[in-house]
């Protein structure tokens, strides 16, 4: 069955029997959308609680008898006990986490911006105007690229391994001093699932670098997001600790897949140096963040084994779909040589590697049929995968049926594609 495997005759009976059945699905006339990944409607129900966690007048008052219904400059950080939370189910030192409003990527884009504009403590000033470049591991996130390519920094492409970044690779070019970063997502990355090892880690953690206002973006958005089982990162701190590097380090996070995307609440975590260069800016940009949000996510989740019973149900409603794109692929793709698409233990989304020059297509016939994916290359800085042949798999939001159609479509797309590149068509 392996195409790879088979005569030119086989192959162009193998065409007819896939255009038959992609004309087939044609006539369906499906509607699937899956281009974000977004929790569904079942994971959001999880979080309905929330509406309700702060509701008399007394429930409005912090720990240390804040009132959270007015500015409070002495909770600009966030609330106290919104940080231990934090700070026990991620794992950072509490005194290191600054809660904000509802976007880690806003956040993001802030610091990006902050780069910029003031530069960073150790470094020749502004980033603006000099030729700044990033690392970026890809596959990624195509937000983190949109971000860094708006200010007109120079994307450096980074392939991803089953460990992380290929650091070989990152070592070599951290001896750019134009190099001043690398921006990352550690566990459960998106879109591979990937789970940093202790080696890459540690090499990131000791690298010296060129630029000596090097830092690591490190968007820690699926800290706690298993869908099969958790797979331990280290303590990226404690790590860059060990080496005299802690000032590498700028760590996001946020609850928008925990509770509600676009009404959670994000925070960021670093050491005291990058604090003291943040603070100010931030104290100039806002008066404090929404504390009445970081009240009702306390009271909801109230405690860190709480919090981590939420991600349970959150990871049983996830394994479904889950298992429903790994079979489907199990029997769509892998009998004919075609498709890797990795071992995820959690986050949001599968990684699919095609055959070479086969994403942008089997993307296309995808759309003709009705499934909307994430457009092919998005995972690649400036949208362009040298070897056209990764999509990004969404399989959060669709009911498993659905999703199932999907992905069956999927499967006929790209046996289609492979199909017509190995006649040459
Ligand atoms: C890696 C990563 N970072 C950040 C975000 C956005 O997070 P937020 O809603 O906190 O801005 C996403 C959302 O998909 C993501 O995948």
New binding site residues.
Partial sequence: MNYEKMTETELRHELELLSAQFEQYRSQNLKLNMAR?VPCPEQLDLSMGITHSVETREDCFTENGTDCRTYAANLFAGVPELRRLFAEVFDVPEDYIIIGGN????MIYDTVARMMLFGLPGGDGPWFGKHIKFLCPAPG?D?HFKILDTFGIELVTVEMTPDGPDMDAVEELVKDPDVRGLIC?PKFS?PTGVVFSSEVVHRLAKMETAAPDFRIIW?N?YAIHYVYEDVPLDDIFAVCREYGHEDRVLYFS?T?KVTF??A?V?FMAMDPLNRDWMMPALQTQTIGPDKMNQLRHVRFFKTPDAMREHMSRHAAIMRARFDAVKETFQTGLAPYGIGDWGDPKGG?FFSLNLPDGCAQKTYELCRELGVNLTPSGATYPHGNDPRDRNLRIAPTFPAVEELKAAMEVLCICARLVYVKKLLSE
Avoid: C, F, I
């Fill in positions: 990944g976007s880690s990527l806003n996130y937000r997502v998106n968007d958005a946020s928008s995307p676009g959670g994000a949001y």
